[in-house]
């Protein structure tokens, strides 16, 4: 029966730098091994795996380093198997540590480079004597797919717990499905034979004698499987986007999303050319890790251009965002008003609470417009008020009162109940008393807007429940709406829609001048989901080359340009972004709007990379059931 191993950081390095063999390694060698550490620390630590009986030790009572260091050490080989089983889970955890903390709210962003190398490495270059090899690569990375989407969706459970719970076991599919493809991608080794016996001892006088003829001292091969497997990520993110209606958010590329420069790759490949660009050089450090360490052990170093070439890559990836940050079209201003009302989630639907909602926006909407003049356009949240606008004839003359009271647009979101179907729905009211223009949301948020399966399968309905007590229907058309006075066109995307690029490219090929957001994350309370939603959503504006304006009920509510960049935002005095105010911004209309190729082929990047990753997986598979006489 295996026994329960719980260890510390510390206490893990020091084993690690010992190694798990059994064999004996001088205290000398250890100290040279760990890292500059505080003394005391260090005894401390080392103490405690000797008393848990971890490590054996030729001399008791250890109190300096010079004890240390006239000591040999080893591990238990009792524990020893125990550790060499842990080990790999525990660096797959690693893993989707390292990746979420990529993410808002934390923004470790250069953690993201490093993210994916402890899976790797554990799947490509341990597990050697494992029975079913491939299983347990696939759950290796299961096991990172739920450490990351637990981690970085764990605002999900101001809404529902167990949804959060049991949404993350589909999502980390994923994961499982490219540790698979590691393992599938693995080179077999082969030893070399001498040729003679003058060739054989020359070998052995070597310090590896017959050693392995490597795959992993090729640049060459280094830089093709960093292709594959960075295909296949690619490939896998891009199809959580639209599998079962998708939920896409969070791939790895979205870590960037505050390095402005590294994201305008975009424009051409959408997120996906990002995450492309950090889980290659993910690969390429993680095969450059283990070309060092063969080229140490047999004293054979030499230069290699599988890193050069992928350090070349990054800079002038680097320096082409720069650059084009630096060409501007033509460009006029579009001066808009944003209210956040922060509007409490229990009164926001109650219509015993109408007035005081009219009172609120009335008030904001006067501070906001009054603070500039010539306001083209007045934004407000999603579902901003209580009851819906074109049903109820009170709201309505409340929101063309303000519109024609000020000679501005308004932009809202609303609620629109048909005989038989339901909309979430945004409006333009213009001052001019004209129709209303309308535009139904298309794309509905699974388990928000919709529960799949609701009558198939109860337990979906249950999970949610009276959060989605009915289901809304999904709008057909990419409706532009047109500003009074032809001062712009503007995509209406509705909550989660800007964070689907397919969808807010079809509003730009319509003719949108810039893109707008009404949303209401007050359902996420303060957790980081708003964060993570303003952080998806900057790359659409990179996409199209369109700027953004966001309104939101709770946060964040802000500007972003057509550089992804968030160049205004609404904060209250102490910082928060959740509180109720306004913001007053303006964004830059490009006079002669022009196409880029994202918006004209969409996914087309993502696309290309899962036909490449799809054909080298079969001829994979057909390699080796040629092999074996079997399919793998």
């Not at 401390?44 to 300096?64: C, P």
């Not at 994961?175 to 080179?187: D, H, I, Q, S, Y």
Request: aromatic share 12%.
């Amino acid at each position: 029966m295996r026994r329960e191993i719980q260890l510390n950081g510390g206490e893990i390095t020091i084993l690690k730098a010992i190694g798990l063999s059994g064999s004996a390694m001088g205290g000398k060698f250890l100290l040279d091994r760990i890292e500059e550490v505080e003394a005391g620390e260090f005894i401390d630590t080392l103490d405690g795996l000797l008393a848990m009986g971890y490590l054996l030790a030729t001399k008791v009572n250890i109190k300096t380093l010079e004890d240390v260091e006239r000591t040999s050490f080893r591990v238990n080989p009792s524990y020893a198997h125990d550790l060499k089983d842990a080990l790999p889970w525990l660096t797959a955890i690693i893993s989707g540590l390292l990746a979420a903390a990529a993410l808002p709210p934390f923004d470790q962003t250069w953690l993201i480079w490093i993210a994916l190398v402890p899976l790797g490495a554990t799947i490509l270059f341990s597990g050697e004597n494992s029975r079913r090899r491939w299983l347990r690569d696939l759950l290796l990375g299961y096991v990172a797919g739920l450490t990351f989407f637990w981690s970085c969706f764990f605002w999900l459970t101001t809404v529902s717990a167990l949804g959060w719970f049991i949404l993350q076991f589909y999502l980390a599919l994923y994961f499982a499905a490219w540790g698979w493809f590691c393992g599938l991608m693995r080179p077999r080794l082969r030893k070399i034979i001498a040729r003679d016996k003058w060739s054989e001892m020359l070998a052995r006088a070597k310090p590896d004698p017959l050693p392995a003829s490597s795959p992993w001292l090729s640049s060459g091969h280094n830089l093709f499987l960093a292709l594959c497997l960075t295909a296949a990520w690619v490939a896998l993110e891009w199809t959580r986007g639209w599998l079962m209606s998708g939920f896409g958010w969070n791939g790895l590329g979205i870590a960037l999303h505050g390095t402005w420069p590294l994201i305008q790759i975009a424009e051409f490949t959408g997120v996906a050319g990002v995450t492309f660009l950090v889980v290659f050089c993910n690969v390429i450090l993680t095969t450059t890790g283990r070309r060092i360490w063969e080229e140490t052990r047999s004293r054979a170093m030499r230069p290699h251009f599988d890193l050069t070439l992928t350090l070349v890559g990054l800079v002038a990836m680097f320096l082409l965002g720069v650059s084009a940050a630096q060409t501007r079209p033509a460009s006029r201003p579009l001066h808009v008003a944003l209210v956040q009302a922060a509007v409490p989630r229990a009164e926001k639907f109650d219509i015993r609470y109408k007035q005081t909602i009219f009172d609120k926006f009335a008030r904001l909407s006067k501070i906001a417009l009054t603070s500039t003049a010539n306001t083209d356009l007045l934004v407000w949240p999603e579902s901003a008020m209580p009851a819906p606008v074109l049903e109820d004839q009170e709201t309505f003359d409340f929101v063309s009162q303000i519109a024609s009271s000020n000679q501005v647009d308004v932009l809202l979101g609303t609620i629109e109940e048909g005989p038989h179907q339901v909309y979430n729905a945004a409006l333009l009211v213009s001052p001019e008393k004209n129709e209303p223009q309308l535009y139904r949301k298309v794309h509905l948020v699974p388990f928000g807007e919709f529960v799949p399966f609701r009558h198939s399968f109860p337990l979906f309905a249950k999970i949610v429940g009276d959060q989605v007590p009915e289901d809304f229907d999904a709008g057909t058309e990419f409706t532009v709406f047109q500003l009074s006075n032809n001062r712009g066109k503007v995509a209406p995307l509705i909550c989660f829609e800007d964070t689907i690029g397919e969808l807010t490219r079809q509003f730009v090929l319509r003719g949108a001048d810039f893109l707008s957001n009404v949303t209401n994350d007050g359902w996420f309370l303060r957790s980081a989901g708003s964060r993570q939603h303003l952080a998806n959503a900057a790359f659409r504006c990179v996409e199209n080359r369109r700027p953004m304006v966001r309104a939101a009920n709770t946060g964040v509510t802000c500007v972003v340009s057509e550089f992804g960049r968030v160049t205004q935002i609404l904060r209250d005095d102490q910082g928060s972004i959740f509180e109720e105010g306004t913001l007053i911004g303006d964004v830059n209309i490009a006079t002669e709007p022009r196409l880029t190729f994202y918006t004209q082929h969409g996914e087309l990047f993502a696309k290309l990379c899962t036909t490449f990753a799809g054909t080298i997986l079969l001829a994979k598979i057909v390699f080796l059931s040629r092999r074996t006489g079997r399919m793998v």
